[in-house]
């Protein structure tokens, strides 16, 4: 019984690093952060046509910029606040 017990407590283990893992915060913000330096590296290498087109407003600047802090929120949202591994009902230990 206690080799079950091990081997149940492993899978738990696993199933919470799982969950962990592919947390949703951590996809979305990662994504965020790659395409807003992308959108970033875009606006600061704008050309003057680029600008005019917009009125000489950098779009592709300040929407990198805001992706960026957007990205950086969810990441450090799940640094602080980490999911909670599952708490086992009463049938279950």
Do not use: C, H
């Amino acid at each position: 019984m206690s080799e079950l017990q091990n081997e149940v407590s492993e899978l738990e283990r696993k199933s919470a690093t799982a969950a962990r893992l592919f947390d949703i915060r951590r996809i979305i913000g990662g994504l965020f952060v790659v395409y807003g330096v992308i959108v970033t590296i875009a606006g600061i290498t704008a050309s003057d046509a680029d600008l005019k087109k917009a009125e000489n407003i950098n779009i592709n600047l300040w929407t990198g910029l805001g992706m960026l802090a957007l990205g950086l929120f969810f990441l450090v949202w799940l640094k602080l606040r980490p999911t909670a591994p599952p708490i086992p009902q009463d049938g279950e230990a």
